[in-house]
């Protein structure tokens, strides 16, 4: 083997003598067909490998998977976040015009809850998804059916709005959260799970937050703890402070250069 080669580059040789394809030209020069093979894999059509490697010469018979299928079956069984991250670095979203972006079959799209379906219900703001359940119009056996599914949609639509994400589609990329709001997200999970002698660590929950919904983010808060748990704030928001059972000052310096408690005062509860 020479310095410097590949298996992917041995790989590609015995495909392109397979083929009887010059792959020393510029890509743009190549067939097709060939670029196709390479890509999406040989199906059925077996070929010839050799490569040299420090034991020797290796021979063997095989189909090519290609290059994307690979990709896509490594990062479906990656268990790993950094290579899930590696392998989305050749990925990119593109419009599909059959389902036009709904990433659905048209059976499942054709299937509604009043005149919505799951793709339009979750393009909705959750405040406009919660208002659309309420309002719903459902015979006397579609309510038996639905009751106990409304409810619980209710519910949890409801501890979103509570810690200030009303304004959230639920169709939105986790991707694009601040870390703000996915540390909201997993607090309305919380609370929905009913856990209790949980510790919680929340950093600066408020931080972004109107006045109104800091308010609402305090009360669950408080609903946490009242269900037998704790939680451990940092936070520089006055309302936060004053809403805690015991403050702890950390100083004097920020950071690193903090890590002394310079105050500490328990208060009763509100």
């Known amino acids: 083997m ?7 580059k041995m790989y590609f040789e015995s495909i392109a003598r397979h083929y009887g394809v010059d792959i020393k030209v510029p890509i743009k020069k190549l067939p097709r067909e060939f670029l196709n093979k390479i890509l999406y894999g040989t199906g059925d059509e077996k070929i010839d490998f050799e490569y040299e490697s420090a034991a020797g010469i290796r021979k063997f018979t095989a189909a090519f ?5 690979t ?24 419009h599909c015009d ?3 972006g709904a990433r659905l079959k048209k059976e499942s799209l ?36 639905s009751e106990q599914i409304i ?15 009303d304004y959230l589609t639920l169709s939105r990329p ?37 006045q109104r919904d800091n308010d609402k983010l305090l009360e669950t808060l408080k609903k946490l703890r009242d269900l ?13 402070m004053y809403a805690a059972d015991q403050i702890i000052d950390i100083g004097p310096g920020p950071g690193v250069h903090g890590g002394k408690v310079i105050a500490q005062r328990n208060k009763r509860r509100n």
């Open 71 to 94: 990709l896509e079956r490594r990062y479906r069984e990656t268990k790993s976040q950094g290579m899930r991250t590696f392998y989305e670095m050749y990925m990119t979203n593109s």
């Open 228 to 240: 037998g748990n704790t939680l451990i704030v940092a936070e520089n928001d006055e309302d936060t």
């Open 174 to 210: 986790a991707g694009t959260l601040s870390g703000g709001e996915a540390q909201r997200i997993r607090l309305a999970t919380q609370i929905g799970s009913g856990l209790t002698g949980v510790l919680y660590i929340l950093d600066e929950p408020s931080i972004g937050l109107h």
């Open 151 to 165: 409810k619980e949609l209710d519910k949890r639509l409801q501890f979103l709005i509570d810690v200030g994400l």
């Open 110 to 145: 054709s299937v509604k809850v009043g005149d919505k379906n799951i793709y339009e219900l979750t393009n909705m703001s959750i405040t406009k998804i919660k208002e659309y359940i309420t309002n719903l119009k459902l015979t006397k056996t579609e309510s038996l059916i």
């Open 98 to 100: 059959d389902c036009n």
């Open 65 to 69: 998977e290609g290059v994307i299928p």
């Open 2 to 8: 020479k310095r410097g080669d590949t298996m992917a």
